[in-house]
């Protein structure tokens, strides 16, 4: 399924911003940065519930925010990109 993390972790310590990074990072395993604080994701389910978990591990429940968006398999017809592209077709080919 085609999943949207989004978050919004507090930084105004350096726990914080350490916090953060550890989301950042955390995210990056799973899928691709598509703005700063949001990543789209292809997962099963027991992917996205071991993501889910771990962030929960990460974050301050009471200063820090992620939200998820289940965009499910037939997902083109629900997203509209405008501006410039920087992500990749999680379907189409991959050179590498």
């Known amino acids: 399924m085609y999943v949207l993390i989004t978050y919004d972790v507090n930084t105004s310590t350096s726990e914080g911003r350490r916090r953060l990074r550890k989301v950042a990072n955390c995210c990056k395993d799973y899928g691709q940065r598509v703005q700063n604080s949001v990543f789209e994701c292809l997962l099963s389910e027991s992917q996205l519930i071991l993501l889910r978990n771990k962030l929960l591990s990460l974050i301050d429940k009471d200063l820090d925010s992620i939200r998820i968006y289940r965009l499910g398999k037939a997902y083109h017809g629900k ?11 999680f379907e189409g080919e991959l050179i590498i």
Not at 79 to 89: F, M, N, R, S
């Open 79 to 89: 997203i509209e990109h405008l501006g410039q592209q920087t992500a990749y077709d």
